[in-house]
């Protein structure tokens, strides 16, 4: 097999050949589709218990989490009641809302304790996070 090594291009090129150049962006298109896909969301996982009567809150809250565990955390940072009231302790989080997305296992008692401590502190509108129950 002899390969000529000294290609002349006398008129130029005369056609371009789409076919490869549409196969790579399609390529291309199809890992961006996917890939953005597949970003997860991070964060603790709660199942939230039922409810019937549940109202859709629609303002920008303040999330407190507590886990099956009776872990309190403030994003997905682990805090004590007292990290919490300090964290809390600031005028700009006094006039936002608070939503408490608690387990269903998590105990009564840890709930009730955020609870109070939001209304101690000030905090007037406190949410708690369900699932509609159908």
Not at 1 to 15: T, V, Y
């Amino acid at each position: 097999m002899k390969f000529k090594r000294n290609i002349k291009l006398e008129n130029g090129l005369e056609q371009i050949n789409m076919a490869p150049l549409i196969d790579v962006i399609f390529q291309l298109l199809i890992f961006f589709m996917l890939s953005s896909s597949f970003t997860f969301q991070s964060g603790i996982n709660v199942k939230l218990p039922k409810a019937v009567t549940s109202d859709t809150v629609r303002d920008e809250n303040f999330v407190i989490t507590i886990t099956s565990e009776n872990v309190i955390y403030l994003g997905n940072k682990v805090l004590t009641i007292k990290e919490l009231t300090e964290n809390l302790n600031t005028p700009a989080v006094r006039n936002r809302p608070i939503l408490i997305k608690a387990d269903r296992r998590a105990s009564m008692g840890r709930i009730v304790d955020v609870w109070d401590l939001c209304r101690k502190i000030g905090i007037e509108r406190i949410n708690i996070a369900t699932t509609r129950d159908k």
